[in-house]
């Protein structure tokens, strides 16, 4: 199982990214996936989750003006298009998946560092 995110950077605030999860090994369609973020001394933060192939996605309050979250099954992959960057996005990016069920099967990504500085 893999799960191998990429796109992150230094960037200026306003500044745009656009991070990418490619995923192996599971049967990705049918798992639930997010992009979960942990900057230093803060709590990990829920960015965004898709439960289903067509279905909603979800955002946290915080990044929902300047992120949308995308999925693309054939390619299983799952993206992350970050605008209007803010000091405060600085935080290191995970790709995460995970089953539906009573026992959740879940894998993550080793996670990218998103870097918002002048």
């Known amino acids: 199982v893999q799960l191998v995110e990429s796109g992150g950077g230094l960037v200026q605030p306003g500044g745009s990214l656009r991070l990418s999860c490619a995923a192996s090994g599971f049967p990705f369609s049918s798992y639930v996936m997010s992009w979960p973020r942990h900057a230093p001394g803060k709590e990990r933060e829920l960015v965004a989750i898709?439960?289903?192939?067509?279905?909603?996605?979800n955002y946290a309050d915080s990044v929902k003006a300047g992120f949308t979250a995308s999925r693309d099954n054939p390619k299983n992959t799952v993206y992350l298009q970050m605008n209007s960057l803010k000091p405060e996005d600085t935080a290191v990016y995970f790709c995460?998946?995970?089953?539906?069920?009573?026992?959740?099967?879940?894998?993550w990504g080793q996670g990218t560092q998103v870097t918002v500085s002048s």
């Open positions: 995460k998946a995970e089953s539906k069920g009573w026992v959740p099967i879940v894998y």
């Open positions: 898709f439960f289903s192939a067509g279905g909603s996605t």
